[in-house]
Nanobody, 125 residues
């Protein structure tokens, strides 16, 4: 059974930092590109960042570039999202997701096979 379990969400003031973590089980983690999505209240889910299965190359959406950093640890089957300089507009449910190798460019939100249950991030002004 495939499981993706996020943790680390919470309430933070604008300008603060949070680190999200996602533990993955039930699949060959090193063969999966990993991504972080978010869904603000009343809006669609968007891909924020992704890290390649093959060379750990990364993609960042413009909205988080320079503030968020994705990393993976293939030995621990984890993918983290370090978030700095948080803004109220970063308030959303954050999801990690897994996509099998070769699923297209890192910037594509398509072809993700598995998602976690999400973790809430709330940034107060």
């Amino acid at each position: 059974q495939v499981q993706l379990v996020e943790s680390g969400g919470g309430l933070v003031q604008a300008g603060g930092s949070l680190r999200l973590s996602c533990v993955v089980s039930g699949l060959p983690f090193s063969s999966y590109t990993m991504g972080w999505f978010r869904q603000p209240p009343g809006k669609e889910q968007d891909l924020l960042t992704a890290i390649s299965w093959s060379d750990s190359s990364t993609y960042y959406a413009d909205s988080v570039k320079g503030r968020f950093t994705i990393s993976r640890d293939n030995a621990k089957n984890t993918v983290d999202l370090q978030m700095h300089t948080l803004r109220p507009e970063d308030t959303a449910v954050y999801y990690c997701a897994a996509r099998f190798a070769g699923g297209g460019p890192l910037s594509s939100p398509a072809a993700y096979d598995y998602y976690g249950q999400g973790t809430q991030v709330t940034v107060s002004s």
